[in-house]
């Protein structure tokens, strides 16, 4: 089974019989073990010393002139665990690098056994890392938006009432 499907050796295999009912048990449990790894969460500063060692130990390599770069990561959803990275350039890593990134989440982090989604994001100006991110980029601070007073906030005690309805149609 594990030759015929060589990209999903992280899954576990179970064996059971229906006539017997011989490890079903088994199964079950397994069940509610991937459950309860896909419902994980990872901490954004432990994703992101992971992403540092892993990058220091295997730099990604060079394409169109230039180096990729990971900013920052951080886990945005669970079950299945999906993963954001923001770069300098997704195009600037491979599929080779990207998989590379998955089997050292998969060994170092509690999603063993299930499937990992990553994306690899394009890191705007405006965007700022969060403050246990591997690397900090100078960025201009964001822009302030004016405050918009809230209707609850606002005196309407001098508005004049207007209506088209009459006491009689109310």
């Given amino acids: 089974v594990r030759a015929m499907f060589p990209n999903l050796d ?12 011989k490890n079903v048990q088994t199964v079950l449990n397994l069940g509610q073990n991937l459950c309860k790894q896909a419902c994980q969460r990872v901490n954004t500063g432990d994703l992101n010393r992971l992403l540092r060692q892993a990058v220091e130990q295997h730099p990604p390599p060079m ?8 900013y920052f990561g951080t886990q945005v959803a669970t079950a299945p665990p999906t993963i954001v990275l923001f770069t300098n350039g997704p195009e600037l890593f491979d599929n080779t690098y990207q998989r590379y990134l998955l089997n050292i989440f998969r060994n170092h982090l509690p999603f063993r056994d299930v499937p990992i ?20 980029a100078e960025a201009p601070p964001p822009k302030q938006r004016a405050k918009r007073r809230r209707a609850k906030d606002r005196d309407v005690s001098r508005l004049k009432f ?9």
């Fill in 10 to 21: 992280f899954v576990p295999i179970a064996f059971i019989t229906a006539q017997s009912g």
């Fill in 63 to 70: 394409r169109q002139n230039r180096h990729g770069r990971i």
């Fill in 117 to 136: 989604k990553m994306y690899l994001r394009h890191k705007r100006r405006e965007e700022q890392p969060p403050e246990d991110a591997v690397e900090t």
């Fill in 162 to 170: 207007q209506t088209d309805v009459t006491d009689e149609e109310v």
